[in-house]
């Protein structure tokens, strides 16, 4: 029984027999595999739950399950970065100024407040002090 793995060590296929053609396929009795850089080892027996395509095989390690290499995260370039920190930012500020809008219109109710506080002490002073009309 021979295996044929790709490049990769996965496996592709399972034959009794195989030829290599003048232009490197491999035929076998039942297909023809048009990949060249195609490995084939002599193998003993299958274990029933391994298939092409689902697992892998070397020599050293006999038969293991094939693991979907994962995409390595984007990078996002310095220029990306930048622009999301500084939306972040200008965000950030127009809250600032906001707040400085919110506190800034308190103060001067409260300004308000005071004075009107002021006019009554004194109008109350005048009265007590007896300087009233």
Do not use: W
């Amino acid at each position: 029984m021979y295996v044929i793995i790709d490049e990769d060590y996965r496996i592709l296929a399972f034959t009794n027999t195989f030829k290599r053609t003048q232009y490197g396929n491999i035929e076998t009795d039942s297909f023809v595999l048009g990949m060249p850089n195609a490995i084939i080892h002599e193998i003993g027996e299958v274990p029933e739950d391994v298939e092409p395509l689902t697992h892998c095989y070397n020599p050293e390690e006999g038969f293991y399950p094939y693991v979907e290499p994962q995409p390595e995260p984007e990078k996002k370039s310095d220029i990306e970065i930048l622009k999301e920190e500084s939306e972040a930012l200008k965000k950030e500020n127009a809250m600032l100024q906001m707040s400085v809008m919110e506190l800034s219109t308190y103060s001067a109710l409260q300004d308000e407040r005071l004075q009107g506080q002021e006019q009554a002490i004194l109008e109350l002073s005048m009265l007590v002090g007896g300087g009233g009309a």
